[in-house]
């Protein structure tokens, strides 16, 4: 059964330093995985996706990289603003199609 | 323009109770799903459909009984509502197969008493 972890549960950091978030799942035969973003009291967004083919994907300030053999993906926010305050979750998708999502990490970016 | 939407956004009520959840999507996508948030932010899949039938059903009770009438729309039914189902339930649709992007709706947060 796949099991997704982020460490760390929480993150805080001043505005302008390079965000890390990881991401780790026990099995390796992902099709996909995918990082979101959650705000207090709305929905998640979905911010990049990658497929298992790829190592990574890029959009903006945000990296998201993915190494499979060593079950981990990696989302890099560069020069954080405070509204890149909000939980970031990742989820990792099996070959039926089935999500699993970490608990997230949340972030706040102090001004 | 809401992309996913729900109804209602707050819903309390007592325990026993029936309740229903309401989904719509104007993306044009052909898969929805509905996931509960619990209380350690843990999202865990529910149900999924394609073109109004069932491909995801997770071990859920069934007192909790999802409703496509098309496939723009996926309904969650909650019969004899119980303390533990005070959740947030998100429903997301996606493309095609639930390997591509999902987009989620804001969530409606479900208080049981």
């Known amino acids: 059964k796949q099991e997704v972890t982020q460490i760390p549960a929480a993150l805080s950091v001043p505005e302008g330093e390079n965000l890390v978030l990881n991401c780790s799942f026990t099995d390796s035969a992902i099709y996909n995985l995918q990082w979101f973003r959650q705000d207090p009291g709305k929905g998640l967004t979905s911010l990049l996706l990658?497929?298992?083919?790829?190592r990574e994907q890029t959009s903006g300030r945000l990296n998201a990289s993915l190494d499979k053999s060593s079950g981990r993906s990696t989302l890099y926010i560069a020069a954080s603003q405070p509204g890149d305050s909000a939980t970031y979750l990742c989820a990792a998708t099996d070959s039926w199609g089935k999500f699993q999502f970490g608990a997230g990490t949340q972030v706040v970016v102090t001004p | 323009d809401t992309a996913v939407s729900q109804t209602p956004k707050y819903l309390v009520t007592q325990m026993g109770n029936d309740k229903s959840i309401k989904c719509e999507q104007n993306l044009g996508h052909d898969t929805m799903y509905w996931y509960k948030q619990d209380s350690k932010k843990f999202l865990k899949i529910m149900f999924s459909?394609?073109?109004?039938?069932?491909?995801i059903n997770e071990t859920v009770p069934n007192r909790f009984s999802p409703k496509s009438p098309d496939k723009a729309h996926l309904n969650l039914h909650i019969n004899s509502l119980e303390l533990g189902d005070s959740a947030v339930y998100f429903c997301?649709?996606?493309?095609?197969?639930?390997?591509?992007?999902?987009?989620f709706g804001p969530g409606t947060r479900l208080t049981v008493l």
């Open positions: 459909y394609n073109n109004k039938e069932l491909i």
């Open positions: 997301a649709s996606s493309q095609e197969s639930s390997t591509d992007t999902q987009y």
């Open positions: 990658i497929q298992s083919s790829q």
